[in-house]
């Protein structure tokens, strides 16, 4: 491979990880065919970007950004790696490795980075499903917000319906006696 295609491939790379707050690192060795395909059509259904990238490309790629990935440097980046995109859903990757570990468990986590904050160790993946994205967030405090004005009106219109059943009870009373 020629200086200049490694050099687009690791321009390519630090695009991605500067365009994208969510990615994953996973290896997956020994994957038949056959998974290889099951894999890839999965993160294709849930668009997903899956890509297999040598170490030294994704190391070369993270320097050039602001956050401190040296962590990965000693613990993740050997072996066989394959990063995971996602734009918008931080969880997605985390969802698709579990589905897919059901059938095989031969895709590994090796570590993820959600909003420039890194998880490393397949250990991680559990934590990684549970995380909520902003929009989740700010829907739950929305809610929340809104609970007690709902409250108010509820109790007020209720109110309204009760004390009408009070006055008309009262006035068959006096019109029975």
Do not use: W
């Not at 259904?45 to 890509?51: D, N, P």
């Not at 070369?60 to 990063?83: C, I, M, R, W």
């Not at 589905?99 to 590994?108: A, G, I, P, V, Y």
Request: some cysteine; proline content about 3%; charged content about 25%.
């Amino acid at each position: 491979m020629k200086r200049e295609d490694k050099g687009a491939i690791i321009e390519e790379l630090t695009g991605k990880f500067q365009s994208t707050p969510f990615f994953y690192i996973t290896e997956a060795n020994g994957m038949t065919v056959a998974e290889t395909n099951n894999l890839r059509r999965m993160c294709f259904e849930r668009g997903i970007e899956y890509k297999v990238v040598k170490n030294s490309f994704i190391k070369k790629a993270l320097e050039t950004l602001d956050t401190d990935y040296t962590p990965f440097n000693d613990t993740v980046l050997h072996g066989q790696s394959a990063v995971m995109f996602h734009p918008e859903n931080g969880k997605a990757p985390a969802q698709l490795i579990k589905e897919f570990r059901k059938t095989s468990d031969k895709l590994q986590l090796k570590a993820a980075s959600i909003d420039y904050s890194l998880f490393i160790g397949a250990d991680q993946l559990d934590t990684l499903i549970a995380l909520k994205s902003k929009e989740e967030l700010i829907g739950e405090i929305i809610g929340l917000l809104q609970s007690p004005a709902k409250n108010v009106i509820s109790a007020l219109q209720g109110g309204g319906n009760k004390l009408a059943g009070i006055l008309k009870t009262l006035s068959e009373r006096e019109e029975a006696a």
